[in-house]
């Protein structure tokens, strides 16, 4: 069961371009949404993160825009460049049955800046 | 600071085969977690520990043990390993707070013929 979906799978952006990256929702019991960047052969690292507060957050040319009612949210890169070719997870926090808490992740969208 | 590190990087098993997977952090941290990565459905949580000597089942922890016998060190176990067990593992670690950041190693490719 996907409890957060991701999309597009994949993207073709232009250098300095606009990548745009969405995600969904169902349980509004999450606490926390951060996005992932992983690249080829390596582990994921947090990029950017939000609390369901805040409706926006901005970091350098990342920015996640935030949507509680419709319990999506999404991340936006901003003047793409070709470093940022990787692939993108976004993530909710949720508590588990064990009364901790752990990151449910989307599928992933793979980006692809072109020079 | 080495981080998290993963061992071993890559392991081809045979069907039925055993094996353990390391993971060793250095940063002090109490929550470690497995993921498993497999293409079109992201990262799934297969077990985690909240703590030294503590354990719990995450979203697919059927046919995986794991073992938390130092804070460091958090271990997944392959008892008899089948072909749905491919995947890349990744383990991750963190202090759990308002703005948690979890620290990933570079992942073990298991291929399970």
């Known amino acids: 069961q996907q409890q957060v979906k991701q999309s597009p799978q994949s993207l073709i952006v232009q250098k300095g371009g606009i990548s745009i990256i969405n995600c969904a929702y169902e349980?509004?019991?999450?606490?926390?949404f951060p996005w992932y960047q992983q690249f080829p052969g390596k582990g994921p690292a947090l990029l950017i993160a939000?609390?369901?507060?805040?409706s926006e957050k901005k970091e350098g040319r990342f920015t996640i825009s935030f949507n509680k009612s419709a319990k999506q949210f999404s991340l936006h890169i901003m003047d793409s460049q070709p470093g940022d070719s990787a692939t993108y997870f976004c993530?909710?926090?949720?508590?588990?049955?064990?009364?901790?808490?752990?990151?449910?992740f989307g599928s992933g969208t793979r980006l692809q800046v072109q020079p | 600071n080495a981080g998290v590190t993963q061992t071993p990087k890559f392991r081809v098993l045979k069907t039925g085969q055993s094996m353990t997977l390391l993971c060793a952090q250095d940063?002090?941290?109490?929550?470690m977690y497995w993921y498993r990565q497999d293409p079109g459905m992201g990262l799934r949580l297969i077990h985690y520990?909240?703590?030294?000597?503590?354990?719990a089942k995450g979203e697919v922890p059927d046919g995986y043990n794991v073992s938390r016998l130092k804070k460091q060190n958090f271990l997944l176990g392959l008892e008899s390993a089948a072909p749905s067990q491919t995947s890349v593992y990744f383990c991750?670690?963190?202090?759990?707070?308002?703005?948690?950041?979890?620290?990933f190693g570079s992942g073990t490719q298991l291929s399970v013929l």
């Open positions: 991750a670690s963190t202090v759990q707070g308002p703005n948690e950041k979890l620290f």
């Open positions: 349980n509004t019991a999450f606490d926390y």
């Open positions: 939000i609390r369901p507060d805040v």
């Open positions: 993530a909710a926090r949720r508590l588990m049955d064990t009364g901790r808490r752990a990151l449910t």
């Open positions: 940063m002090n941290h109490e929550y």
């Open positions: 520990s909240v703590g030294e000597g503590t354990t």
